[in-house]
């Protein structure tokens, strides 16, 4: 189970940080992607990380802005978000998965998916 939180309203500029946390003890195998839907839009990638950290990957509209992290430790992984923009507006889903990498930014290839949280970027 994935249980997002730190969603809100926040000014455009702003740095929130997401958390997902998961519950069992397997989740150091999994890799991690986050995603978002914006209304009236398809869910879309945003970050994935891999299941020891050791890689990330982001979509283009928010490299250099968002960093996806991961503490094993803590069954956690996270979405800094710097700079927000207004279209950045949307839920944020943190899921679960072992996709290939050619995969890695498929809805598809996640098993498990949080319940969403929303960010609201004003400008």
């Known amino acids: 189970q994935l249980q997002a939180s730190g969603g809100g309203l926040v000014q455009a500029g702003g740095s929130p940080r997401l958390s997902c946390a998961a519950s069992?003890?397997?989740?150091?195998?999994?890799?991690m992607g986050w995603f978002r839907q914006a209304p009236g839009k398809e869910r879309e990638f945003v970050a994935a990380?891999?299941?020891?950290?050791?890689?990330?990957y982001y979509a283009d509209s928010v490299k250099g802005r968002f960093t996806a992290s991961r503490d094993n430790a803590k069954n956690t992984v996270y979405l800094q978000m710097n700079s927000l923009k207004p279209e950045d507006t949307a839920v944020y889903y943190c899921?679960?998965?072992?996709?290939?990498?050619?995969?890695?930014?498929?809805?598809?290839?996640?098993?498990?998916w949080g319940q969403g949280t929303l960010v609201t970027v004003s400008s």
């Open positions: 069992g003890r397997t989740f150091s195998t999994y890799g």
């Open positions: 899921a679960a998965g072992s996709p290939v990498l050619s995969a890695i930014t498929w809805p598809s290839a996640y098993v498990y």
């Open positions: 990380i891999r299941r020891s950290g050791s890689r990330t």
